[in-house]
C-alpha cells in the first residue's frame, strides 16, 4: 500500500463526482490553473468566473495557506487573475521550504460566519476507519487531535446518520446536525469505495443545512489504481511542496508501472557527489541512512531502489537514467564523485543478470565518469553473486574505471565509509563460528512436519523449499501440492534431493486441502490483483489452515485490514501482504525466504540457532541471516513481516511468541520509518512481557535531513508525525532497555556484544558445528555456472530468445524497428544471417509483392479453394494448396536459377545454349508463358527487370536471360523469360555482386531452395487470401461438374457381370 497526497483540485473534483448521483445541492464548481493556461480565454469555459465573487490560492500540497498569505478572497476575475499572475512561477518560501508555485485553484468565494465553520477528518486506521469533527473549524482551529470527537467505525462495516450524530455531532445545533450527519455519510462513501486513506475538510462550512468543503487535504491509497482507475479519472499524485518533480523520475515512474519489479527514483540534491544504485527496498534505506549518520546528508544526490529481480533492460535503463543524472556536471569544487552499487543478499534475484544491465550503462557512460572523477563502490551478493562480482571487476578492467567490489564477507554499508574515504577497507573478518546450542523440540511457529500448499504455478520457490527440506533432513517435503486456478489437476516435475518426484498440482484449494488432510500452511503467490480474493478463501478453510503467507506487493490496503480483521476472527497467522516470508531453520521455510541454497549454508540456516529476528524488509532479512550467523550462534527462526503500513503480523505478535519459546535466547528487531508498532514494543519492554535480550535499529534516520516528505522504499515507510520518525523511535527503545547501536553500520556489533554476554552467563553454551549437508546442484544452474558442460541436441544461429530481448542473426527486435528494415531486412537476417543493402530488402519485398498470387486457377489456389470449401481450417487449405508447388508450379526458380547461371559460367552463347537444350529435349526453365508474349509483356517481368537493373552492383545472369529471350522468341512470340525465370536470374545476380557472400555461398543458397522459398512465402498470403475470400462469401462443399470430365471406360468393364 502507498498513500499518496492528491492536489485539492483532483479530491473535490472526485467529491463533486461522487455526490453528483446523491442529489447533493453543493456543485463544486472549480478551475485548476498552470503556466500554460490562457487566462483571457477561460471565462469562455467557466463562464461563473465573471458572475461570482472569487477564490484563489496555489494547489501545491502546501499546508496553512491562510496564515502564509498564500490566499486572495472576495475577488473578482480581474483581480484573480492579476494575483495569479503576479504569483505564477515566483519563489515562495512556505511550510520552511522555498519553491516555485505553478498550480492554482479558483472557486467561487461563499460568504459566511466564523460559527458555519467545522473540522471533519476521516483517516484509515489498522482497526477501520477513525472520524475526528470538532464544531469548530478555520485557520485557528488550534490542536485538533486534544479537541476533536472521536469515532472508529470498524473495517468493513457503515456507520449510520444516527451513529455519527451521536458520536460526533452532539455539539452542534439540531438544525445543522442532519445535513453535517448525511454529508459525513456520504463523504465515508467516498472514502471507502475511493480507497482514500486520508481526508480533510477544514473547514467545512454549514450554510442553509447544506455542506460547502472549503479546504481541503487528501491522500490516495495509489495501489488501488487497478480498482479504480475509471473513478479516478486522471488523478495526478504531485511532488511535496519544495521538490521539483525531475523527468528522470517519472521515466522510472512510468517503468516501474510496466513491471513487476520494483524501480524507484528520488532525485534529493542534482548537484550532490554521492549517488546511491541500490538493491531492494529497506537496503535502499539503509544505505541513505549510513551516508547520512556519517555526516554527508547534504551530499546525498538521491534515494532510489531496484528490486523484485529487474531484467537486463529494465536494470540497463534504471542504471542509465542514474548515471546520466549524475555526470551532468562535475563537482563545484573539483572533487571526486561516489556512486555506491549497492545492497543486501538477495532472495532469489540473479545478481549477475542484474549486473549485466549495470555493465550495459557503465560500459555506456564511461567518458562522462571519467570525467567527473568518478569512484564506484560495489557491495552485493545473493543468487549468482560470484559471477556478477566477476563481471564487475572484469568491467574495472575493461574500462579502466576505478571499481572496488565486495561480497558478503564485508557488511553492508562498510562500503559508504570506504567510499567517503572514512576509513580504509579491511580484511574481511571470518564468522564467528559458534556451533548450534542445544534446542528443545517443536517450540517455534513451524515443525519439521509442517506441510503447505503452494498458491500459484512458482516452481522456483517450490524447489528452494523443497532444497531447504533436504538440507535440513526432513522426512518429508514440507510442500503437499501446488494450486493453480488457470490448469486443471496435473502434476509438476521437481527434486527430492537427487531424486525427480512428480508434485500434483491442483485447480481448486477445496479439493487440494480435501486431499492433503496434513497441510496447515498457504503461502500465496497470487498477484495484488487476486491476492485479496485468494487469501479470503484460504482463510475460509481456519479448521485446516493455521497460517498463510501473502507474498505480492501493491495490495491495497483496505483490502489488507479487511484481510487482517477475518485472519484474526478466525485465528490465523496471517504474515504479509509484500513480504518474502520467514523460515525456521532445521524446520520450514516460506517460498524464497533465505536465499539460494549456498547462502542457506553459508548463513547456517540448515539448523537452529540460538536468535529470532522480525524485520519489516524481506530482502535485509537475508542480510540478518548473514549478520546473525558472524556474530552469534545463528538464527532459530527469522519473520519478514512486509513492508506495508499494516502489516497481518506485527512486531510485537513476533517478539512475543520468540519470549514464550525456550530455545530463543535474545531478540532482533529491525523496524522503519513510519508507523507506531516499535512502541508497542517499547512498552512490553517496560511491562516486563519481553525480558530477553532485544538489538534494535530502526531505519530511515535520513529523513531528518530532508526539508519535504520523503516516500521510501515499503510502502508504509512514511512517517505521518514526529513519532513515526526512525530517529524518534531508535531513542524510544533505547529508553525502554533495548540495546540499540549508534547506525546499522554498527549493528552486527551490538549483537555480537549481545551474544558474547549471554556466552559469559552461560546462557548459550555451543556446541560443536555439524558437518553441512549437501544438495545436489540443479543442471541448469550449474550449467549457467560454468561448472559441467553437454553437447546441444540442437544447434540454431539464427535466432535467440534467452536473454533480455530478441535477437534476429544478432540484431535486438527493438533495433529491427527503430531502423526500420522491413520485412526485407528480418529475411536477410533469418535466411542469410547478414544485414544485407536497403536495395537487396527492397528487392526481396517486391518479390514477396510480384508471387503473392496469380488468380484462383492455377493449381495451388484452385486445391485451397476446395480444401476450404469443404469445410477445412485455414492451416490445412493452405497446406492443400502449398503442396502443389513444384516443378510444374512454382518450384521452377530454383531449376530456372540453377540453369541459366551453369549456362553463364560455362561461357556458352545464348544461342548454342537454346540449341543444345534442344538436342537434350530439355525444357528451358524459366522461358514461357501460356498467356504472355513479346507483343504483350508481364508486368510483373518489367517491375522485376527495371529495378535489378537500376539498383544491383551487376546483372549478367539476368542479360544473359534476356539474350536467350531474343533467341527464343524467334521461334515463338510466347517464349518469353517469365516471372519465374526473372526472379531467379536477378536473385542469382543480387547473391553475386552484393558484396556480402561468397561464390560458394552464393551457389549454396541457391542449391538450398531460397528461391522456391521466396515463393512459397509470397504464395502463402494469396492462399490465405482465397481461404478467407471462400469463408466470407460462405461458398459451400465443392463438387467438379460431370459435363467438364472426359469419362474413358473400357467396353468390358461395363459388360454384365457373369452369373455367379
Not at 472514502?191 to 479546504?215: A, G, M, R, S, W
Not at 530482502?619 to 549478520?627: A, C, F, P, V
Not at 535477437?807 to 533469418?830: C, N, Q, R, W
Amino acid at each position: 500500500m502507498s498513500a499518496k497526497a492528491i492536489r485539492e483540485y483532483d479530491g473535490k473534483r472526485l467529491l463533486t463526482e461522487f455526490l453528483s448521483t446523491r442529489g447533493a445541492s453543493w456543485t463544486g464548481r472549480q478551475v485548476l490553473i498552470t503556466p500554460e493556461t490562457d487566462l483571457e480565454a477561460l471565462p469562455g469555459t467557466y463562464p461563473w468566473l465573471k458572475e461570482c465573487k472569487l477564490v484563489a490560492k496555489p494547489d501545491q500540497l502546501i499546508k496553512r495557506r491562510g496564515k502564509g498569505g498564500l490566499i486572495t478572497l472576495n475577488c473578482d476575475w480581474d483581480a484573480a487573475k492579476a494575483w495569479i499572475k503576479e504569483r505564477m512561477e515566483k519563489e515562495v518560501e512556505a511550510d520552511n521550504v522555498k519553491a516555485e508555485l505553478n498550480r492554482f485553484l479558483v472557486e467561487p468565494f461563499l460568504p459566511h460566519e466564523q460559527k458555519e465553520e467545522v473540522y471533519i477528518c476521516i483517516q484509515s486506521t489498522r482497526e477501520g476507519e477513525e472520524f475526528l469533527f470538532h464544531h469548530e473549524g478555520g485557520v485557528d482551529v488550534g490542536d485538533v487531535d486534544a479537541k476533536a470527537k472521536r469515532m472508529v467505525n470498524p473495517i468493513g462495516a457503515t456507520p449510520t446518520e444516527e451513529e455519527l450524530t451521536a458520536a460526533l455531532l452532539t455539539e452542534l445545533t439540531p438544525d445543522a446536525q442532519a445535513p453535517v450527519a448525511k454529508f459525513i455519510s456520504q463523504l465515508f462513501q467516498m472514502f471507502t469505495q475511493y480507497h482514500f486513506v486520508y481526508l480533510e475538510i477544514n473547514p467545512l462550512v454549514v450554510k442553509e443545512n447544506v455542506c460547502f468543503p472549503l479546504d481541503m487535504a487528501a491522500k490516495i491509497d495509489e495501489t488501488a489504481h487497478f480498482e479504480c482507475e475509471k473513478v479516478w479519472g486522471d488523478l495526478e499524485f504531485p511532488a511535496p511542496f519544495g521538490r521539483a518533480p525531475h523527468p528522470e523520475e517519472a521515466f522510472i515512474h512510468g517503468l516501474d508501472a510496466k513491471t513487476g519489479a520494483s524501480l524507484k527514483l528520488t532525485i534529493l540534491n542534482p548537484k550532490g557527489r554521492v549517488w546511491l544504485m541500490v538493491a531492494g527496498g529497506g537496503a535502499s534505506v539503509i544505505y541513505a541512512d549510513t551516508v547520512t549518520d556519517l555526516g554527508f546528508g547534504k551530499e546525498l544526490a538521491n534515494y532510489g531502489e531496484y528490486s523484485g529481480a529487474p531484467n537486463e533492460t529494465l536494470t540497463y535503463e534504471y542504471a542509465k537514467t542514474v548515471l546520466k543524472l549524475m555526470t551532468n556536471e562535475p563537482d563545484a569544487e573539483g572533487r571526486e564523485k561516489v556512486l555506491i552499487i549497492g545492497g543486501g543478499i538477495a532472495n532469489f534475484t540473479d545478481v549477475a543478470a542484474t549486473f549485466k544491465g549495470i555493465v550495459r550503462a557503465l560500459t555506456e557512460f564511461r567518458d562522462r565518469l571519467t570525467a567527473v572523477k568518478a569512484k564506484i563502490w560495489v557491495r552485493r551478493a545473493g543468487p549468482n553473486w560470484q559471477e556478477g562480482l566477476k563481471l564487475m571487476k572484469q568491467t574495472a578492467l575493461n574500462l579502466d574505471l576505478p571499481i572496488r567490489v565486495h561480497g558478503p564477507e564485508t557488511h553492508m554499508t562498510a562500503v559508504v565509509s570506504y567510499a567517503l574515504g572514512l576509513s580504509e577497507p579491511k580484511p574481511a573478518a571470518a564468522a564467528a563460528g559458534y556451533g548450534p546450542s542445544k534446542q528443545e523440540a517443536n517450540q517455534g511457529m513451524f515443525t519439521n512436519q509442517t506441510r503447505a500448499i503452494i498458491y500459484g504455478m512458482q516452481l522456483q520457490a517450490v524447489q528452494q523449499m523443497m532444497d531447504f527440506d533436504y538440507l535440513c533432513k526432513r522426512d518429508k517435503p514440507s510442500v503437499a501440492a501446488i494450486v493453480f486456478p488457470f490448469s486443471g489437476d496435473h502434476s509438476q516435475r521437481v527434486y527430492w534431493g537427487g531424486k525427480e518426484v512428480m508434485l500434483p498440482c491442483y485447480s481448486k484449494l477445496e479439493t487440494a486441502l480435501r486431499t492433503h488432510p496434513d497441510v496447515s500452511v498457504m503461502v500465496n503467490f497470487a498477484s495484488y490483483r487476486s491476492a485479496f480474493a485468494s487469501t479470503m478463501e484460504a482463510l475460509s478453510h481456519s479448521g485446516q489452515i493455521k497460517t498463510v503467507a501473502v507474498i505480492a506487493e501493491g495490495v491495497p490496503e483496505r483490502q489488507t485490514r479487511m484481510l487482517i480483521k477475518e485472519a484474526e476472527r478466525r485465528c490465523v497467522n496471517f504474515i504479509g501482504p509484500a513480504t518474502v516470508g520467514g523460515l525456521q531453520p532445521g524446520a520450514f521455510r516460506i517460498g524464497n525466504t533465505g536465499g539460494a541454497i549456498e547462502n542457506i549454508v553459508a548463513c547456517k540456516l540448515y539448523r537452529p540457532g540460538s536468535v529470532g529476528y522480525v524485520s519489516k524488509s524481506g530482502g535485509m532479512s537475508n542480510e540478518l541471516n548473514n549478520i546473525i550467523s558472524r556474530n552469534t550462534d545463528g538464527v532459530a527462526e527469522g519473520l519478514a513481516i512486509g513492508g506495508d503500513r499494516y502489516p497481518g503480523t506485527r512486531f510485537l505478535d513476533v517478539l512475543l511468541r520468540y519470549e514464550q519459546n525456550p530455545n530463543i535466547k535474545m531478540l532482533v528487531l529491525l523496524g522503519e520509518v513510519g508507523g507506531t508498532d516499535e512502541y508497542d514494543v517499547c512498552e512490553a519492554i517496560k511491562t516486563g512481557k519481553i525480558t530477553k535480550p532485544l538489538v534494535a535499529w530502526c531505519v530511515g534516520t535520513c529523513a531528518k535531513c530532508f526539508s519535504f516528505e520523503v516516500q521510501f522504499g515499503h510502502a508504509g515507510a512514511l512517517a505521518r508525525s514526529q513519532m513515526e520518525t526512525a530517529h524518534a523511535k531508535n531513542e524510544a527503545m533505547a529508553e525502554a532497555g533495548a540495546h540499540v547501536p549508534s547506525s546499522f553500520d554498527t549493528f552486527g556489533d551490538k549483537i555480537n556484544e549481545v551474544f558474547q554476554k549471554l556466552l559469559d552467563e552461560k546462557v548459550v553454551c555451543p556446541e560443536e558445528e555439524p558437518e553441512p549437508p549437501q544438495v545436489p546442484m540443479d543442471y541448469s544452474w550449474a550449467k549457467k555456472l560454468g561448472l559441467i558442460r553437454k553437447p546441444a541436441a540442437f544447434l540454431s544461429s539464427i535466432v535467440d530468445e534467452r536473454g533480455e530481448e530478441l535477437t534476429y542473426a544478432g540484431m535486438p527486435i527493438s533495433k529491427v524497428f527503430e531502423e526500420d528494415i522491413g520485412i526485407g531486412g528480418v529475411l536477410s537476417l533469418l535466411w542469410f544471417r547478414r544485414r544485407l543493402p536497403a536495395y537487396a530488402a527492397k528487392f526481396i519485398e517486391i518479390v514477396l509483392m510480384v508471387t503473392a498470387d496469380h488468380g484462383p486457377a492455377v493449381s495451388g489456389a484452385h486445391n485451397t479453394i476446395v480444401t476450404a470449401r469443404a469445410g477445412k481450417d485455414l492451416v490445412s487449405s493452405l497446406v492443400s494448396g502449398l503442396l502443389t508447388i513444384g516443378p510444374r508450379f512454382g518450384g521452377a526458380l530454383d531449376e530456372a536459377a540453377t540453369m541459366f547461371a551453369n549456362a553463364f559460367d560455362t561461357g556458352v552463347s545464348a544461342e548454342s545454349f537454346v540449341n543444345n537444350m534442344k538436342k537434350e529435349n530439355k525444357l528451358i526453365m524459366g522461358i514461357g508463358h501460356k498467356l504472355k508474349s513479346i507483343h504483350n509483356p508481364d508486368k510483373r517481368v518489367t517491375i522485376v527487370k527495371d529495378f535489378a537493373k537500376k539498383h544491383f552492383p551487376s546483372t549478367e545472369i539476368l542479360d544473359f536471360a534476356l539474350a536467350v529471350e531474343q533467341v527464343t522468341t524467334k521461334k515463338k512470340a510466347n517464349l518469353i523469360l517469365n516471372v519465374d525465370g526473372c526472379i531467379a536470374c536477378a536473385f542469382v545476380d543480387l547473391l553475386r555482386s552484393c558484396g556480402h557472400f561468397t561464390r560458394q555461398e552464393a551457389d549454396e543458397s541457391i542449391a538450398h531452395g531460397t528461391l522456391n522459398g521466396l515463393f512459397v512465402m509470397g504464395r502463402t498470403a494469396g492462399f490465405i487470401g482465397h481461404f478467407l475470400d471462400q469463408k466470407r462469401l460462405k461458398q459451400g462443399l465443392y463438387r467438379h461438374p460431370v459435363d467438364d470430365i472426359n469419362y474413358i471406360v473400357e467396353e468390358e468393364v461395363m459388360s454384365p457381370l457373369a452369373p455367379q
